[in-house]
């Protein structure tokens, strides 16, 4: 090495990290940053033999040389353009980050640097897929205000297999993903389905990465099964998410070679110098659920003054866990245990996770033990580690312990007599920990967990909730004093490892948190920096309250998650200064980290992890939360199945969660979330309020947030999307401060509104009450032609035929009050008028009305008068003709098609007018010729759609006729129209009508 580092000289003898790297290499070449600070002082594009010639790179070493850009290539420190030139990304203004995909086909970038997302259209992501790595130019702004960006080059292709659904169909054959997040459907190449069936489930190998022009290509590597096979949900999960679920061969060898109890040449001294002690005669027991199998804790506790000697032994995993052997590398890929329904995927192998690692009762086991002194306030007065073989008293649970609490002359305390002693003093001891978490201020948020119980299938047979006793807390609390004691331990001698960090509010959630809280009363105390304290007192003021629910969740969303980093931060929850996990080894690998610095500060040495600790902070944080999103996924899987036959049926339940596009419903006794859409909520538009996390209806005023009780029907189950949907029952839909029942009567999905304005710009009146003689809501009258033939049936909007009932009209007030015009105008209407009533909304466009007038003798001329259409009235006026014979016949057509009446002549008069009337809004055109002797009667026919009007018939005397009109027909303004006459012959005689303007 002396030998190579005297050839070093030049410009590459500059190199900050020079010695770094000839301690790792042999032949060490210029690092990466020395790499970049080079390319950034030059200034522009540089070709990689023009950069090689700059550093002075050996012949020899071009290989290695070229292996190093391509890595930074890969990492995106460098980037080469289309003329093969290494460029910086920063000099690019190109951001590098992961693509986070979505199931409607759009993505976003999550940058490097923190700063805020950008939108990645489906045309972007057609080139990539969820998870990838890559180089994206910001574009601007979208249509939304979101930054915008454009995939300049993938730096790394995150996913090369994926667990998918067959499908099949003229001999093509494509795999939809399992993980929503990637759109793309996968086309298999020939023969590449490995005999699999459409609808099995598959794990697909990608053979060919998707790009703008062309889809991914992959090939069958597994069939896992049929999609609803017993277990077939976890096989899934774990495909989905990337779980390590198969050890390698090395380590399932280990965990073979492992011894099954311990040795004598196991309690040598811990690194060749720290004793292990024995604590096989004290009374240490476990206290673990009913379903647990890996006990890695035991407690002890003992009256000592007036405060307690209380003992915490955790399972040696790090004796049987080497750094960087193969259960160790294993480890480290799974970062902890997954907790499945009626499955586990553990961190380590079941010789170990089960067996020597396991503290059963009654057998020897080596552990690592925290040994405190715990005053009478529940402080922590000192404490000490040291390495101990154990032997477990009893295997106890909590549902035993709190019995035994509970009943201390019960069964179960008689049965375990030898340990009940013990159980109280750590009771005892418990109370004195619950006053100091008190006093400290952590926060407690009472939570409900829910235990799913399975049939013989291997499916929910019910979902039943936790409930969390005393025995819980008390573990709970015993592990608490050992973590801070680890915590404090590796602070105190300077040594790193990761702590458990769990930072306060963002100045963004505490402002949201402070806004919503003032609205209903409250203030959080803290000012601009709340301590845990100040949370704990808000929550002890409100838990009376009805809205404790929703402002304990707003406060607990307002807290930032609890990750794994070097950089000890406190737990703000807790309110500690310094946490670490160290009390469960066997299932999560910062517990085996702590272990392992804990046991080199007591020999007086430093460990030293293969990779950095940030790196392990990292590592450990995203498989902690990999683990839970997986767990999720497999509880909703299991939840949709259970509710697949409940379809149709109704529960009530309180609503948890709200969103911009509706609301979420845990159901009571049932314990299964569901979506109810914001379509489903109402007739209204929905406005979504952030800060109080509310859907406020527009117009109604309807409000929904959290906590918020509802009665919901199952809409519809998804197996392949695991989600549920509901829709809401007996809500009545308000308007304004008003239940629809007062709203009405036909506007019940609409506000009211002023009648639509006429051609011309001035509203229309709305029609009276005495206007229409259909008074019943929703039915509808059709003017029926008045001929001989008989009746027939309209079809309305559903196209059913309707009955046709024959009403009488009510002659007019004008009629009554003259005889000589109420005994022709009510016989008439005997006779001639005809009425359908039609039950919902009619429909003329299936039945347009007919009308064909008889001629009579000296026939008063009657009035036809028809609803208006959207708010339009119609005016209709008689005038008598004297000696007119004139038969008419007025052909109303409904779809826009004009009415035209044609007139019959008669002596001394001249005739006949055409009237076109317009169905749909449009209003009608009436060409009239004056006659000599004759008034101008009007005749003016409106469009019908919900609600024709009845025909009336009155006999009028031209002296008499305005004030016939005044009663007879409806009042509305009528379009201004220049005079005009027209005659219309109907069943009694010839009826004028004033003329419409022209459209």
């Not at 890929?333 to 192998?349: A, C, D, H």
């Not at 829910?450 to 573990?475: C, Q, W, Y």
């Not at 702590?499 to 959080?524: F, M, Q």
């Not at 007591?602 to 790196?615: D, H, N, R, S």
Request: charged share 30%; with cysteine.
């Amino acid at each position: 090495m002396s030998g190579r580092s005297k050839k070093i000289k030049g410009i590459r003898a500059s190199d900050p990290f020079l010695e770094r790297e000839r301690e790792r290499y042999e032949f060490p070449l210029p690092s990466r940053e020395f790499v970049l600070q080079v390319l950034t002082e030059h200034g522009a594009p540089i070709f990689v033999d023009e950069l090689m010639s700059m550093l002075a790179i050996l012949p020899e070493e071009e290989t290695q040389f070229h292996r190093r850009m391509a890595a930074m290539e890969r990492e995106g420190q460098v980037m080469i353009n289309r003329k093969g030139a290494l460029c910086l990304p920063d000099k690019l203004d190109l951001l590098q980050g992961r693509v986070q995909g979505h199931a409607d086909g759009f993505g976003f970038l999550v940058p490097d640097d923190g700063s805020s997302d950008l939108y990645l259209g489906p045309k972007e992501m057609a080139k990539v897929l969820h998870g990838d790595r890559v180089l994206v130019r910001p574009m601007g702004l979208d249509r939304r205000g979101r930054r915008e960006g454009s995939i300049v080059e993938v730096l790394v292709r995150s996913t090369q297999k994926l667990v998918g659904r067959l499908h099949g169909e003229h001999g093509v054959f494509t795999v939809t993903a399992e993980d929503k997040r990637i759109s793309h459907e996968i086309l298999l190449e020939p023969n590449g389905t490995m005999g699999a069936e459409s609808g099995q489930v598959v794990m697909v190998e990608l053979v060919k990465q998707p790009s703008r022009y062309s889809q991914p290509v992959g090939r069958v590597v597994q069939v896992l099964g049929n999609y609803a096979d017993p277990g077939m949900e976890i096989e899934i999960a774990l495909r989905k998410h990337n779980l390590p679920h198969e050890f390698s061969a090395e380590a399932i060898l280990q965990g073979e070679d492992t011894p099954a109890k311990v040795r004598k040449k196991d309690w040598k001294k811990v690194l060749d110098t720290v004793e292990r002690e024995d604590l096989r005669d004290l009374p240490l027991v476990t206290i673990d659920g009913e379903t647990a199998k890996d006990f890695d804790d035991a407690v002890y506790a003992e009256k000592k003054g007036k405060g307690w000697r209380l003992i915490v032994a955790i399972a040696d995993v790090s004796h049987y866990v080497l750094p960087g052997d193969a259960l160790d590398v294993g480890a480290i890929e799974r970062g902890n245990s997954v907790y499945f329904p009626r499955r586990v995927i553990p961190m380590l192998p079941e010789a170990l996770s089960n067996g020597i690692c396991s503290l059963m009762p009654d057998v020897e086991r080596l552990c690592m033990v925290c040994d405190m002194q715990i005053t009478a306030k529940g402080e922590i007065k000192k404490y000490r580690f040291y390495p101990a073989v154990m032997h477990s008293k009893a295997r106890l649970t909590y549902t035993k312990v709190w019995d035994m609490i509970q009943h201390p002359a019960g069964e179960m305390a008689q049965q375990y007599q030898h340990v009940l002693p013990q159980i109280d003093t750590l009771y005892a001891l418990f109370k004195a920990f619950s006053a100091a978490r008190a006093l400290r201020g952590a926060i407690d948020f009472e939570t409900v967990e829910t235990e799913m119980r399975f049939d013989d299938k291997g499916k929910i047979s019910e979902i039943v909730p936790v409930v969390r006793n005393d025995a819980h807390k008390l573990i709970e609390e015993c592990m608490l004093a050992a973590n801070v004691c680890a915590a404090d331990i590796l602070l105190k001698k300077e040594h790193d490892c990761v702590y458990r960090v769990h930072e306060g509010p963002t100045p963004e959630k505490l402002e949201n948190l402070r806004t919503y809280i003032k609205s209903v009363g409250l203030t959080l105390d803290g000012e601009e920096d709340p301590v845990a304290g100040d949370y704990a007192v808000l929550l002890e003021k409100i838990k009376l309250r009805e809205d404790a629910p929703l402002l304990q969740t707003m406060l607990l969303r307002s807290l930032s998650q609890a990750v794994y980093s070097p950089d000890n931060k406190g737990h703000f929850g807790l309110s500690y200064e310094a946490y670490t996990h160290f009390t469960s080894p066997i299932r999560r690998y910062p517990d085996l980290l702590v272990h392992r610095a804990i046991k080199a500060i007591l020999a007086g040495k430093k460990y030293t992890p293969a990779m950095k600790w940030e790196a392990l902070g990292t590592q450990c944080s995203m498989t902690e939360r990999r683990a839970d999103d997986a767990s999720r996924d497999v509880q909703n899987w299991l939840k949709c199945y259970y509710m697949q036959d409940k379809v149709g049926e109704e529960f009530e339940g309180v609503i948890s969660a709200v969103t911009g596009f509706g609301i979420f419903v845990l159901l009571d006794n049932v314990f299964v979330e569901g979506l109810v859409h914001i379509s489903e909520l109402g007739t209204d538009y929905f406005h979504f309020d952030e800060v109080r996390k509310e859907l406020k209806g527009e117009r109604t005023g309807q409000v929904y947030r959290m906590t918020g009780r509802v009665k919901i029907k199952v809409a519809r189950v998804s197996l392949e999307t695991s989600k549920i949907d509901f829709m809401l029952v007996e809500e009545k839909p308000m308007w304004g401060d008003k239940p629809v029942a007062e709203v009405p009567a036909g506007r019940r999905n609409a506000p009211p509104r002023s009648p639509a304005p006429r051609r011309g710009g001035k509203p229309v009146a709305p029609p009276s009450p005495a206007e229409t003689t259909v008074t019943e809501t929703k039915r509808t009258a059709v003017v029926k032609k008045t001929s001989k033939s008989a009746a027939k049936p309209v079809a309305d909007l559903s196209g059913r035929k309707t009955a046709v009932t024959r009403t009488k009209a009510a002659p007019p007030k004008a009629a009554a009050s003259n005889p000589a015009l109420a005994k022709p105008a009510a016989k008439n209407a005997r006779k001639k008028a005809v009425v359908r009533q039609v039950s919902g909304p009619g429909n003329l466009e299936a039945a347009p009305a007919a009308v064909k007038a008889v001629p009579a003798k000296k026939a008063v001329a009657p009035k036809v008068a028809k609803a208006p259409v959207a708010n339009q009235p119609v005016v209709a006026k008689a005038v008598p003709v004297k000696k007119a014979v004139a038969p008419e016949v007025a052909k109303t057509s409904v779809a826009n098609q004009p009415v035209v009446a044609k007139a019959v002549p008669a002596k001394k008069v001249v005739v006949p007018k055409v009237a076109k009337t317009s169905v749909v809004n449009q209003p009608a055109a009436v060409k009239a010729v004056p006659v000599k002797q004759a008034a101008a009667p009007k005749v003016t026919k409106a469009p019908a759609v919900t609600q024709p009007a009845v025909a009336k018939a009155v006999q009028k005397t031209p002296p008499s006729a305005p004030e016939a009109v005044k009663s007879a027909v409806r009042k509305p303004r009528a379009p201004r129209v220049k005079p005009a006459v027209v005659k219309e012959v109907t069943a009694e005689g010839v009826d004028a009508a004033p003329n419409k303007r022209k459209p």
